[in-house]
């Protein structure tokens, strides 16, 4: 088997568990044994990059992030790459959801530069949920309105509809924007032909890491396509069943059980 040079893993059902938590003391060595085997340790998520620093504080040795599903690539606190929205088209969009009754999101936000921009007339399915992953709200009369570099549109639907919605954008929006469902009920509406795949390739291929050199942990949609396109392609034992349809691994454990760690293990020892 070709060997592992880069590890990618998303965050929340997957590197944390569901009190939003991770086994500092034995990631913490991990990393170590990591760097002393030359294989790269990658943060890639839908979230945004001021919430993953927050996440990853209590081991600050995590210094490069695929954030904003593949849209704004960071290492060491440096810009490597960046792939917005359009402005227009990110208008467009909110203009879109907030005109169809059949398409209008509970909760709206953009993701940008310098805040993440909430709707004042927003109503977040959990609130305390909101404030946990944003943590640089700017609260706007009109998202219509806001001049930033955007990217993503975020919205939030009753779970049943997020298909729907996701398909009908992708249709009224090809080739301007790419959907995808992003867990607990969310959307992520970012850069057309972007996702995590795309990001994780970017960011190994700066290293001239080959993606059938990296390994990548996920769990959900966002993750489908990152999981697919990778060497080692990892799902996790509580993710969608899409998603572990395309992986070659499924974790032997969940995520609340240490399953990202556990394979982690497993690749340092040789044994995958």
């Known amino acids: 088997m070709t060997q592992i040079k880069m590890i990618a893993t998303d965050v929340d059902g997957t590197f944390l568990n569901d009190q939003r938590q991770y086994n500092h003391d034995r990631f913490a060595a991990q990393l170590a044994r990591l760097k002393t085997a030359n294989i790269r340790f990658v943060v890639a998520s839908g979230n945004h990059i001021g919430h993953l620093h927050k996440v990853f504080a209590a081991t600050p040795t995590v210094q490069t992030f695929v954030a904003e599903n593949g849209s704004l690539i960071i290492d ?36 940008g530069a310098h805040g993440t921009y909430v709707s004042r007339d927003s109503k977040p399915l959990d609130l305390d949920a909101q404030n946990y992953f944003f943590n640089n709200l700017v609260t ?12 993503k549109v975020n919205g939030e639907w009753p779970h049943s509809s997020v298909q729907h919605v996701v398909d009908q954008l992708n249709t009224r929006f090809a080739g301007q924007v790419h959907a995808t469902p992003s867990g607990f009920g969310s959307i ?16 190994a291929q700066s290293w001239g890491i080959d993606p059938s050199e990296v390994a990548a942990f996920g ?26 349809n395309v992986a ?3 974790t032997p454990t969940d995520n609340n059980h240490d399953g990202v760690l556990d394979v982690i293990d497993a690749i340092l020892a040789g044994e995958v």
Not at 87 to 106: F, N
Not at 188 to 203: E, F, R, S
Not at 225 to 230: G, N, P, S, Y
């Open 76 to 111: 060491q606190h440096h810009t490597l790459f960046e792939t917005p929205v359009p402005t227009d088209v990110a208008h467009a969009v909110v203009d879109a959801l907030m005109t169809d009754d059949t398409l209008r999101p509970q909760a709206f936000r953009l993701s």
């Open 248 to 250: 070659d691994l499924v």
């Open 188 to 203: 992520d509406i970012i850069a057309p032909h972007m996702n995590k795949a795309v990001g994780v390739t970017q960011l």
């Open 140 to 151: 706007v009369d009109d998202l219509r309105d806001v001049e930033d570099t955007i990217y």
């Open 219 to 244: 769990d959900n949609g966002n993750d489908k396509e990152m999981i697919a396109h990778v060497g080692l392609g990892v799902a996790m034992r509580n993710g969608a069943e899409d998603v572990r």
